[in-house]
């Protein structure tokens, strides 16, 4: 069975930091690239971070830049999002997906099935 899972969520006050995680099973996460998007309540799903294939390209959405950094560990096949500097409005469902390319869109192969995240005090 194909499947990413996201890990790492929780509770945590404002500037703090969290680190999630994506893993992998039933495939390789070697030759894809990976994105995190967030929705929050009553918001729509939007791009948080990618990296590329080959972990030699990233990018970030501006809310989040200078705060959160991607990587990737394909020897585990899990895939990273550190956390810092948290803020309430970062409060969302983090989900991770799997694809060809990096994309702002949802255009995905495979989700995994999300993590709460809630920055409050």
């Known amino acids: 069975q194909l499947q990413l899972v996201e890990s790492g969520g929780g509770l945590v006050q404002p500037g703090g930091s969290l680190r999630l995680s994506c893993a992998a099973s039933?495939?390789?996460?070697?030759?894809?690239?990976i994105g995190w998007f967030r929705q929050a309540p009553g918001k729509e799903r939007e791009g948080v971070s990618c990296?590329?294939?080959?972990?030699?390209?990233?990018d970030y959405a501006d809310s989040v830049k200078g705060r959160f950094t991607i990587s990737r560990d394909d020897a585990k096949n899990t895939v990273y999002l550190q956390m810092n500097s948290l803020k309430p409005e970062d409060t969302a469902a983090y989900y991770c997906?799997?694809?060809?390319?990096?994309?702002?869109?949802?255009?995905?192969?495979?989700w995994g099935q999300g993590t709460q995240v809630t920055v409050s005090s």
């Open positions: 997906a799997a694809g060809w390319g990096c994309s702002w869109s949802p255009d995905y192969d495979y």
């Open positions: 039933g495939f390789t996460l070697d030759y894809l690239a």
């Open positions: 990296i590329s294939s080959s972990g030699g390209s990233t």
